[in-house]
């Protein structure tokens, strides 16, 4: 099992999980974060004085799919998030021990 | 609806309207009110409401200009304020201001609005005590909590509370007394025995906004400014406000508000109102449109929070002259109003007065603009006045501008040496400024125990 992470332009979620969706993947969690890569930050102006956005605002997605899922997930992920312009983000994969649905008690491939 | 308000205007219903504003406690057995006095006090009692939810819009300007971490703190002061005031100006204020057996300093008594007809006023009549009361009380509530925006951030509840219960039971009242009070300011005359020339300000552009606005600077100055808005090579750094649409909607809710202050304070209901009304008006789009304009040629963006305080400082502008002023006059007025404002907060960030929402600059310098402006562009008798033309550019000569300049003068040199006076008191006593640990953490949770967005942590049982 391998744990997906993507951050990516926020408002390029949905295509993103449309994208996943459509996959056959079951789930994903969103967080808001901020940071920054080659892009940078920018400048914005209040009450007369410039100052630096250091952190662009981005959103995160975490998916855990099974081993043989996980480069339909990647594509999806870049198709979705692709804008073509510098800050579209980036993805990585690394690997999960275990998983436990809550509710069930289930384990490994039948919690995802 | 229709048939009943055209019922209470023609008299015979207007019975129905007196008996529903006649209290059962006694009053003068032979007074009959008249439906123009019914509609004076209704008019007038709810321009009161309108002012009063100004404080609405101060608290939410404030609120949005600074970070999340105060915002509870912020909310307290500003609810406080309207506490405070008006208890304060209840119990002492009004009588300070009113009260007839006093001097030309100070007025005295019917404290706690007792005592009868200590202020000159009926109870009941062309404008009650109770309608008249209600109107002053909330521009006192008005006065006090200018200041608060200019001390956002880093001062001490308990010691900010000091200073609202002083400003709203002295401080304020004095400088009424002696104009609207009929004082000192009120006695001067640059004219002669057959054609006087006395002060005005209408609503209060110099007794109200002036006053608030060097309240907060001396505020400003005595507390510091907040760790981290100026650096140590001396840039002036941004420390963006953590809500917008909290700082628009509260421009938005002061600019309602102004309804009830410039036209209410006509004290009547009639024509001059709606006159009023458009003049303030106009001042208000001029000063957004003056400060947009200048503000982007400037930096090169329509910076939103500046043109909030452009539209502020196009209505503390006309303040004074709403009732003096013709229409085109009060567009002019209130666009000086709208680029003086721009460069009153630039100044203010240059010698370090760390101002979180431009009060100084909106209420003090803009203040002080349309108090002046009277000397310059009064064109109507607006009952202050007690001549027609009596600015310069109308042949009014120089004698108004001067009583004008003196009257800004007298007003500031008193509320800058008594808040000064205040402020350093309380510092000596309280101390002024929370420690850097509850600055840097927020007021919120180490001053109130409370956080403004908590996150939601409530079990489902």
Not at chain 2, 45 to 52: E, T
Not at chain 2, 375 to 397: K, P, S
């Amino acid at each position: 099992m391998k744990l997906i992470t993507a951050v990516i332009k926020p408002f390029k979620l949905d295509d993103v999980k449309d994208a996943l969706k459509e996959a056959g993947i079951t789930g994903i969690t969103v967080s808001e974060v901020r940071g920054f890569g080659r892009q940078g930050g920018h400048t914005e102006t209040y009450r007369g004085a410039e100052y630096k956005i250091d952190f662009v605002p981005k959103v995160s997605i975490e998916v855990v799919v099974d081993d043989g899922v996980v480069d339909a997930a990647l594509d999806a992920i870049k198709t979705g998030a692709a804008t073509g312009k510098i800050g579209d983000g980036k993805i990585w994969v690394s690997d999960v021990d275990r998983i436990v649905r809550i509710r069930t008690g289930e384990e490994g491939i039948d919690a995802i | 609806m229709q048939n009943r308000a055209l019922r209470i205007i023609s008299g015979l219903g207007g019975v129905v309207a007196v008996l529903a504003v006649t209290p059962s406690i006694g009053f003068a057995q032979e007074y009959t009110p008249t439906t123009q006095d019914v509609l004076n006090n209704i008019w007038v009692f709810l321009a009161g409401v309108l002012v009063f939810f100004m404080q609405a819009g101060f608290a939410l300007v404030e609120a949005g200009l600074t970070r999340a971490k105060n915002v509870v703190n912020i909310f307290a002061k500003n609810i406080a304020d309207a506490i405070v005031g008006v208890l304060a100006f209840f119990a002492v204020g009004f009588a300070f201001a009113y009260g007839g057996d006093g001097n030309d300093i100070i007025g005295w008594g019917g404290f706690f609005l007792s005592g009868g007809d200590a202020f000159g006023i009926a109870e009941e009549g062309a404008l009650s005590l109770s309608t008249d009361f209600f109107f002053q009380s909330v521009f006192a509530a008005t006065a006090v909590t200018i200041a608060s925006g200019a001390m956002a951030e880093r001062t001490k509840f308990s010691s900010y509370l000091m200073f609202s219960v002083v400003m709203c039971a002295v401080i304020y009242p004095i400088v009424v007394h002696w104009t609207w009070g009929g004082g000192l300011i009120a006695q001067l005359d640059f004219g002669t025995e057959e054609e006087p020339v006395v002060f005005s300000d209408f609503a209060g552009s110099g007794i109200v906004h002036m006053t608030g606005g060097i309240a907060a600077l001396m505020g400003a100055f005595f507390v510091g400014p907040r760790i981290g808005k100026y650096s140590e090579d001396g840039k002036t750094r941004a420390i963006p406000g953590h809500s917008i649409p909290f700082a628009m909607l509260g421009v938005f809710i002061l600019w309602l508000g102004w309804f009830g202050f410039n036209p209410g304070s006509e004290l009547l209901a009639d024509f001059e109102v709606p006159r009023i009304a458009l003049n303030t008006m106009l001042a208000a789009v001029s000063g957004g449109a003056a400060t947009t304009a200048v503000i982007w040629a400037k930096t090169g963006k329509p910076d939103i929070a500046f043109i909030g305080n452009g539209v502020l400082a196009g209505l503390v502008a006309i303040t004074a002259g709403c009732g003096a002023f013709n229409y085109a006059m009060s567009a002019v007025v209130g666009a000086i109003g709208g680029v003086i404002v721009v460069f009153a907060v630039l100044f203010f960030d240059k010698i370090k007065i760390d101002d979180p929402v431009g009060a100084i600059s909106v209420h003090g310098v803009v203040g002080a603009w349309g108090t002046l402006a009277i000397g310059i562009f009064a064109r109507y008798d607006d009952a202050f006045l007690g001549r027609e033309n009596a600015g310069l550019i109308y042949g009014g000569g120089m004698a108004q501008l001067a009583l004008q300049a003196t009257m800004i003068l007298i007003i500031g040199v008193f509320v800058a040496v008594a808040t000064g006076l205040l402020f350093a008191g309380i510092k000596a006593i309280n101390g002024l400024r929370v420690s850097e640990e509850e600055e840097i953490e927020g007021l919120d949770v180490l001053e109130h125990g409370l956080q403004g967005y908590a996150p939601d942590t409530v079990s489902s049982h």
